[in-house]
């Protein structure tokens, strides 16, 4: 709920601020030292700073738990007419980079499941007791949340169970996979009550629950409460040339447990032909230091060695789930220092 008012109310938006802070400046009992500070600003009409400031309360907790940031404040300032500032402090860059890309709140989810639990009419237990883990979430498709498995496996059900009989599964196949197609089709859809693809909307809503439900139990067994977004969903990354020879898919392809989903900043967009499976990634993330300091960043997915028996083979693998970036490296100095072998290219000796 807090992070809908919050999103609903993004033309009060004001600014963010990124400040170094100096080693034990943060002045908190209970705090350790903090390195960098972030500062979000909204600015609303005094009337109207009490919902901001419940609903900032809420996410500073949340941040705090699950996050792990060494400070997390909100304060109002009634000189500005209603200025509300979320504050939050981070031992490190590094931890506040993870924290904005690593991010897996689902913009998607908080657009339609409101309107699909509308809809819903659960009739067996495991249905009932998703739609109220659903009713609870926070939209945070979290590797260990049951509700973003259970959503996530309801809107994959959506577009099959409403379009296959009157399109065919060829063009069904096509289109489903176009997620935010999808989503405003069914939104669309629900808000206007009726339409040629939908005779009953709330059975065929009901319906692709039970679908996606009874897919889940069949992989993670029946207690609904202990189901995890990361036991079905995995990112994979298929060897180029020889994935699919018999054999060799165990030795040179890699996956890894993963989170997200399609509309969070860390994306988690699954194959339609093989849910839950991930099969598009950001293979590549840059961040660049545009200050003296010069700290720029990067992180590559798998590993850089090619050859499987090298140690960079997938070395980076853990760290890209992790949003783990590593520095990179541009003046001579500090490559030299950090350099882990030398290869020197000698040319062959002219023969006579």
């Known amino acids: 709920m807090a992070r809908r008012l919050l999103n609903s109310r993004r033309e009060s938006f004001g600014q963010v601020v990124f400040e170094p802070r100096s080693v034990g400046s943060a002045g908190r009992i209970g705090m350790g030292p903090a390195s960098v500070r972030m500062t979000v600003e909204w600015l609303v009409p005094l009337g109207e700073t009490r919902p901001i400031t419940m609903a900032l309360h809420a996410v500073a907790a949340e941040t705090r738990a699950a996050r792990g940031c060494i400070g997390c404040s909100v304060s109002t300032d009634i000189g500005k007419g209603g200025a509300v500032r979320y504050v939050e402090d981070w031992k490190t860059e590094e931890d506040l980079r993870q924290r904005l890309q690593s991010d897996t709140f689902s913009l998607h989810a908080q657009t339609l499941l409101p309107l699909l639990l509308k809809h819903v009419r659960a009739e067996t237990t495991q249905d009932k007791e998703a739609v109220e883990l659903l009713r609870r979430w926070n939209y945070d498709s979290r590797a260990d949340s049951a509700a973003a498995a259970i959503f996530e496996a309801w809107f994959l059900r959506l577009a099959p169970t409403l379009l296959e009989d009157k399109l065919g599964p060829t063009v069904t196949r096509s289109y489903e996979r176009r997620f935010t197609f999808v989503t405003r089709f069914v939104v669309n859809m629900l808000n206007n009550g009726t339409s040629r693809f939908c005779d ?63 509309s969070s900043v860390n994306v988690g967009a699954v194959d339609v032909t093989r849910p839950f499976e991930q099969t598009e990634i950001p293979g590549y993330r840059q961040i660049i230091d545009l200050s003296t300091a010069n700290d720029n960043r990067f992180l590559a997915s798998v590993g850089q060695g090619g050859h499987f028996l090298s140690p960079h083979y997938d070395d980076l693998l853990q760290k890209w789930h992790d949003v783990k970036h590593l520095p990179m490296r541009m003046d001579r100095a500090a490559i030299e220092s950090h350099a882990t072998g030398r290869l020197r290219l000698v040319p062959p000796t002219p023969s006579r």
């Open 200 to 262: 009953g909307c709330d059975a065929i809503v009901t319906a692709a629950l039970h679908d996606g439900v009874a897919t889940l139990a069949g992989q993670m067994g029946s207690t609904v409460a202990g189901w995890r977004w990361d036991t079905v969903h995995r990112a994979v990354f298929p060897h180029q040339g020889l994935d699919t020879v018999p054999g060799l898919h165990w030795l040179l392809s890699r996956s890894i447990p993963n989170r997200g989903d399609w």
